[in-house]
């Protein structure tokens, strides 16, 4: 039975591991990716600031990625509690 456990316990553990990474994936890929474009077009257009207009926007769209993933997380275990 402790070996039940003991599983159960470790499969939470790299459960909660994912869900860590994925956050940081979800929100860093946006911000990188929208700070390169905005340092590709401050070159080809001789400007200093399209970068941090950019940076923000890929802050927000990544924010809204988080947002989105954890609401559906939040909602999927109100789900398993309630057929529980």
Avoid: H, W
């Avoid at 994912?18 to 956050?23: A, H, R, S, T, Y």
């Avoid at 997380?73 to 309630?82: G, L, M, Q, R, V």
Wanted: glycine fraction near 10%; charged fraction near 20%.
């Amino acid at each position: 039975m402790s070996g039940k456990k003991k599983n159960r316990y470790d499969r939470s553990v790299y459960r909660s591991f994912v869900l860590i990474m994925q956050f940081g994936i979800n929100m860093l890929v946006p911000i990188c990716m929208m700070s390169a474009l905005g340092i590709f077009l401050d070159k080809q257009f001789g400007t200093s600031f399209i970068m941090v207009i950019l940076f923000f926007v890929g802050a927000i769209a990544g924010g809204q990625n988080v947002y989105r993933m954890a609401k559906g997380i939040y909602e999927d275990d109100d789900s398993t509690k309630k057929d529980q």
